[in-house]
């Protein structure tokens, strides 16, 4: 009997990010239009395998979602144990535009969720001209913390336990059990420290208030999708970035939480096949 | 029925659930969670709840408190809960609960005590 193989590829792009070599691991399925992927905090491109092996949109579309450094099968750079994680708005973006510049990718499409989603919107702002089109999942301007990431990262906690712990509500309660179990998996398995590094960008660095409004939307088209059960980025939150940008669609998925890619993935194919097929013409 | 009348309920509902006292089998403490204006104290040993004593008790000393409306409760309980109002933190983020006292033991143990203070979810309401 042929062995059973999903339909995406793995493998480890080198390329420098702000002069530094880093060896990155992505997945991609497809042909056609790039769209790129991006997970969310503390997590890893894992969250999007079910789009991956979608032939409705691998079919006209080559996607690709990659592993930030330190998260997934990316490795931490050479000396990380020198110093502590911290990821910014500058460090985030160069490393989107590194991977699209250094694997050839014309005009990409560029989707992210959660923290993905945040520096989409940086990426509307700052470089709009380099994409066909941006989708921002679970995104916002600014969110008001609800804990303290300080427990994210001390030896007398479990990260991964922790971790998953207080991102398993985040995830709605119609989500099927074993894709919330699943989208927690991955949380488990961050790196130490990972998932507070990345909250500095979320929290400190990333806040994009009033710098949304330089937008347009006319240079690249922008699609927001949140999910009603996600009280971190809430609808109300995206309700207001999306108020501040003339020309942006705005969408509220019913029945979803944070991670609508992988904790209910055929709900939001329901949400997100409409946006690829406009995004394809 | 009252929702502290529903948390009463806890030691049978969690008897009935022996993969989350499985879950919680390194976990002892004393913790205190009010329903309402209504509080109750816990002793966990291994995962098991060994008491639950409710009403005030004088001069009792618990490692933490977690403390939500009785609307909150209500709502937390539904069989779906609503959004904002399906997760103890978004309880505490809508200003319906608060927490204080050595949250060590409480995150070390989140999901435990996040699925623990479910269970009256499953108990059908008036039962």
């Known amino acids: 009997m042929a062995p059973k193989l999903d339909p995406v590829v793995g493998r480890y792009l080198r390329t420098e990010i702000d002069g530094v070599p880093h060896r990155l691991y992505f997945e991609e399925a497809g042909q056609g239009i790039p769209l790129v992927c991006l997970h969310t905090a503390g997590a890893d ?17 080559r996607v690709l979602a990659f592993d930030l450094p330190w998260h997934g099968k990316s490795t931490p ?79 007398d906690v479990h990260g991964g336990e ?54 347009d939307t006319k240079v690249c088209p922008l699609y927001l999708l949140t999910g009603e059960y996600d009280f971190s980025c809430t609808p109300d939150d995206t309700l207001r970035t999306a108020r501040q940008i003339p020309g942006v669609e705005v969408q509220i998925m019913k029945d979803v939480g944070h991670f609508p890619m992988s904790e209910h993935p055929a709900k939001f194919r329901e949400y997100i096949l409409p946006v690829l097929a406009k995004i394809a013409g | 029925m009252s929702p502290a009348d529903r948390f009463a309920a806890l030691p049978d509902l969690l008897s009935g659930d022996p993969d989350l006292r499985r879950r919680g089998r390194w976990l002892s403490v004393d ?40 609307e909150a409760w209500t709502n937390h309980w539904k ?49």
């Open chain 1, 162 to 215: 922790v971790c998953a712990g207080l991102v398993s509500g985040l995830i709605a309660p119609q989500s099927p059990p074993v894709h919330r179990h699943e989208t927690l998996w991955m949380y488990m398995q961050s790196g130490p420290g990972v998932f507070k590094g990345d909250l500095y960008f979320y929290r400190i660095d990333g806040d994009l208030r009033e710098k949304v409004k330089a937008i």
């Open chain 2, 79 to 127: 069989a779906v809960p609503e959004p904002g109002w399906h997760d103890l933190f978004a309880l505490t983020k809508r200003g319906s609960a608060s927490m204080e006292g050595d949250l060590r033991p409480l995150l070390q143990h989140l999901q435990y005590f996040k699925d623990l203070l479910a269970l009256p979810r499953r108990q059908p309401v008036g039962a």
């Open chain 2, 31 to 70: 913790c205190q969670v009010d329903i309402g204006p209504e509080p109750f104290f816990l002793s966990i040993r291994d995962g098991a709840l060994v008491a639950l004593d409710r009403g005030q008790r004088l001069m009792r000393s618990t490692a933490f408190t977690f403390r939500a409306t009785d």
């Open chain 1, 77 to 155: 750079p050479n000396g990380w144990e020198r110093g502590e994680y911290r990821l910014t708005t500058e460090s985030y973006t160069a490393a989107i535009r590194a991977f699209c510049h250094a694997m050839e990718l014309d005009k990409p499409v560029v989707m992210g969720c959660s923290i993905g989603g945040r520096i989409v919107l940086n990426l509307a702002i700052a470089h709009a001209a380099e994409f066909r089109a941006l989708i921002a999942l679970e995104a916002a301007d600014f969110q008001q913390p609800w804990y303290d990431t300080a427990w994210l990262h001390r030896p």
């Open chain 1, 45 to 61: 491109n894992r969250q999007y395998r079910h789009l991956l092996a979608d032939p409705e949109i691998t079919r006209r579309f």
